[in-house]
Structure formats: C-alpha cells, structure tokens
C-alpha cells in the first residue's frame, strides 16, 4: 500500500522544521514555480559558484550524519574519492527504497518537496564531480516516481539539469530507476547491483565500499534523500553554522517517524537530542492511544533493538563542555539523537519509532517483524535464508498455541548465531528484534511457549 501524507501532529510542537518546512502547508505544491517563487535553486547558483572541495569541506564542517540509518559522516564519505587520482566517472545515488519498517520520511519529502531533493542531488553531484545521477525508488512509490518524473522534466526545461548548467560549465543529468519492491534493494550494494540490472544481492564490504568501488565499480556516492536535501540547507547556512544546531555529534534536524500506538502519529523534525523520547510520545503525539499505558518501543526501524517501558539506562555522553558524563535515565528520558539511543543499547537508525502499549502481545509482535525479515531475506547467506525462516517458524507456532518449553532458549541460540555472520547488515537487522523481544520480555515468550492449544482448536484448519 502507498502510504499518502501522514497528518502531522499540529500545535505547541516545538519543532524546528527545515526540511519538512512547508510539509503541511496546503498552498505549497510541488511543481518547480511553487519551489522558485520559494527561493528554490538559489543555493544551487551560489553552488556553482563555488569550489567543489569548498561545498565538501562545507559538509565535513557541518557534522552531517546519514539520515538513511547507520548515521555515517557525510563529508567523510565524499571525502574518499580521491578526485586527483581518480580517472574514472563518479555517479551520485540517492536512496529512495525507504523500506525500513516504521519510517515514511522520505517519501513525504518526495510528495511535497521533489525540487529540495533535486536541488541537494545537483550540488552534491558537482561537489562530487558526478555527471549522472540516480534517484532508485522504492518500486511501491508509484506515485513518488510520478512526481519526481515531473520535477525533473521541469528542472531540465529551465536548464537546472542537462547541459552546461545554468551557463556554469557544469554537466549533469538525473534519472528515476524503480525498484521492484525488495527490501534488499535498499542495501546500498544491493541497490548497486539492482541499478546494474542484476539480483540485489548484496556485495560483501570491507574491503572495498561503494565510495572506491560502486556502480560499475565507479567511485560511487549513496546518500539517502533526507541527507542530500540538508546539503541544501549546509550551503545556505554554512558548515559552522550548521553545526550549531542540535548537539556535539548529532548536528543538524532529524526527521522523527512515530507510529503504532499513540494518539497522534505522524512525521516530526527536530534539532538533534532537543527533544526526549517521552516528550514526543505525551505531548507532540498525545499519549498513548486508549488511554493504555507504554509498553515497548523500538527507536529506529523495525531493526532496532525493542526498549521496554520502565528501564533504566546509564548513558555515558558528552555535555555541553565536552566532558563525559555519565547519567541515569528511563525510557522516556532519553533524548533524541543518534549517540544516546545508540548508548541505550539500540539504534535511532533511520528514525522510525514504532510504539506498543501494554495490551500487544509481545509473541505476536515479533512474529509479526519475523514473517517480514523470513520473507525479505535475499538468501545469498545460509545463516541468514534458514535462520530468518527458522525463527520465523517458531514464532508462528508460538503464536498459534504451538509452542515448546525450549523455544525461547532457541530463538536467542538461532539470533546469535546470525548476527555478524553474514554478508550485509540484515543478518543483524533480523536477529536483533528478536534477541531484544525475547531478553526484555522473557516472561511472555515462556509463557506462551507453556501455552497449550485446546483441541478443538487444533482440529480447526489453519487459514
Ligand atoms: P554501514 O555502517 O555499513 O555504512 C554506512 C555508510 O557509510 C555506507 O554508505 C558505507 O558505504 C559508508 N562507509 C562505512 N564505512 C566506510 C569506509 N570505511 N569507507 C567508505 N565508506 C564507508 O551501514 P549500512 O549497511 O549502509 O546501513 C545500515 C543501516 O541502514 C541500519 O542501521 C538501518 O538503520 C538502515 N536501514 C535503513 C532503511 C531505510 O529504509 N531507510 C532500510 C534498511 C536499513
Ligand atoms: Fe542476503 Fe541476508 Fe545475506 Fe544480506 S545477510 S546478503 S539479505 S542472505
């Protein structure tokens, strides 16, 4: 299903929106006049006007962290192709596949903004000396793909793309390419080998990442679309000044996807670590729906570890001084950002917080991410293919009444036998819920394991 905008929550926010900006505004369209009459494209001149070493070191100065999950340097990245060296073509992707269960960021950025996204793509491809470019597409996105269609005839009509861009010299086009609907597509090497017209079968890395060796073992730069629409907004306002927002390490805004059992769902955008995980759930999204209290959350994506209601977590952290400190929080105290979730033991990933209140049964939920990663799986790695299907079964038969005294034992002995045995990060992405479901809520996993099913039950056929 094609999710259309979510509703974002309205009212005393607090948010600081810079890429959702005009997100809501129900004047705001997404054809290129809207975007200009909007100031679109004038940090794009002022891009070209410039150095492209000058627009990374810009980038390495903001401290911008991938937006797509793992928070990877930006500068850093674009940093590793050495463009005095290097004799081959560079190409710029942008990660459209958006696949990670509990996020819907990116697309309403596609929706309402495509010529942000656009604008981020061309001067990241001249800062990188990139002539071609690619926006790879979730293959649901139908409508995604539409509007980026558009935009990009319109920016080629009014020479933003093409040839000799805006009388600059500067050589660029940019080309749509749908996937097909795997989540694996959005693996960056998957998405490579997709791009190339192969099977997404993830490559291994190290040694060699996309940056030395991508698209057509080019120096290849994969962004996600969240990270290359602040480059925009990096060139406007400068690296240092940047910097300035959000806190030491996690600079800049985040785009926060909150779903699942709150009153008000929806996307928000706010400064990095400016916001706690319980301010956003009570006051932005209005409490727990029902008026049920909280159960569990996972911060980042399905992938992430799940964090239970009424932990503790002693987070090591740098205050605003820069000494490290080390202090006691709950669940609900924690601050939004890349380092402190991290420290939680799970990850903010690509910001999709998925929450459950105290009527979900945990079994279920887990069975439910089970059947997801069982099905997904691109099942190049044995541990991987039969682990993901195993762990699967499992939880299904627990979930039916079928269990077994051992099964929670086993599925902890199957996740760890996953993780860190794989070629891509799915092996992970697939066993940490798991692992992390049945630690924090071992109770239920062994209850319902000790759960007989009656037997008139059994007698009826699965449907
Ligand atoms: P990663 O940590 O392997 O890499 C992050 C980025 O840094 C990549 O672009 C990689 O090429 C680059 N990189 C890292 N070390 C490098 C080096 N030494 N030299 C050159 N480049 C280097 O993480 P990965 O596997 O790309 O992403 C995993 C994350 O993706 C997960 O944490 C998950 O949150 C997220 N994810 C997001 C989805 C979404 O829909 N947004 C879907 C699935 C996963
Ligand atoms: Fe494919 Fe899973 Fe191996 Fe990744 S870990 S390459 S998804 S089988």
Redesign the pocket.
């Known amino acids: 299903v094609e999710m259309a905008e979510i509703g974002s929550a309205k009212g005393p926010t607090g948010e600081h929106r810079i890429i959702l900006r005009y997100a809501d505004e129900p004047d705001y369209t997404p054809d290129i006049d809207c975007y200009l009459r909007h100031g679109g494209y004038e940090q794009l001149r002022k891009a070209l006007s410039m150095d492209p070493a000058a627009i990374v070191a810009e980038v390495k100065a903001s401290g911008l962290r ?7 340097p930006t500068g ?2 674009w940093g ?1 192709i050495d463009h005095a060296k290097n004799r081959k073509p560079v190409y710029l992707l942008c ?1 459209a ?4 269960p509990g ?1 819907f960021k ?1 697309r309403q950025i596609i929706y309402k903004d495509p010529h942000q996204l656009l604008e981020g793509m061309i001067i990241s491809s001249y800062a990188n000396h990139a002539h071609l470019a690619y926006i790879y597409i979730r293959g649901e996105m139908v409508r995604g793909a539409q509007i980026l269609e558009r935009a990009l005839a319109e920016a080629r009509a009014k020479n933003l793309l093409g040839a000799n861009i805006l009388g600059s010299g500067y050589d660029l086009d940019i080309f749509v390419f749908r996937g097909a609907g795997a ?1 694996i597509c ?4 998957g998405l490579i080998e997709s791009l190339e017209g192969k099977r997404a079968y993830p490559r291994i ?2 040694p060699y ?4 060796l991508g698209l057509y073992l080019c120096p290849t730069i ?3 679309v969240e990270t290359l629409c602040n480059v925009k907004h990096i060139v406007e306002m400068g690296g240092e000044a940047y910097a300035k927002i959000g806190t030491r390490n996690n600079t800049g805004t985040r785009i926060w996807c909150v779903s699942g059992d709150v009153r008000r769902p929806g996307y928000f955008e706010y400064d990095g670590g400016a916001i706690t995980l319980g301010k956003l759930l009570y006051e932005v999204c209005g409490g727990i729906r029902d008026g049920n209290r909280l159960k569990a959350v996972i911060p ?2 399905s ?2 570890k799940v964090l239970r209601a009424g932990e503790t977590y002693r987070i090591r952290r740098a205050n605003s001084e820069g000494t490290m400190e080390e202090i006691e929080m709950t669940l609900e105290d924690l601050p939004l950002d890349f380092d402190t979730i991290a420290a939680s033991g799970s ?1 903010s ?2 910001g ?1 917080i998925i929450v459950m209140d105290e009527t979900r049964d945990m079994v279920e939920c887990l069975n439910n991410l089970s059947a997801f990663y069982a099905h997904e799986s691109c099942g190049q790695c044995t541990p991987c293919r039969e682990g993901a299907l195993w762990m699967h079964k499992i939880l299904d038969r627990m979930a039916e009444g079928e269990g077994r005294p051992e099964d929670p034992q086993l599925l902890l002995d199957l996740s760890g036998q996953i993780a860190g045995r794989t070629i ?3 092996g ?2 697939c066993s940490w819920p798991v692992e992390s479901f049945v630690a924090k809520f071992r109770e239920e996993f062994e209850a319902k394991a000790a759960q007989e099913r009656k037997e008139h039950e059994r007698l009826q056929p699965a449907c």
Not at 209 to 212: G, L, N, R, T
């Open positions: 991938g937006r797509g999950g793992a928070g990877f850093t990245k590793f990660n596949d958006e696949s990670e996020t990116d989540y959005g693996e960056e090497t890395k190290p990442f996309p940056a030395v994969v962004n996600n980042g994506g992938s992430a990850m990933g690509s999709g891509c990060a799915f992970e992405a």
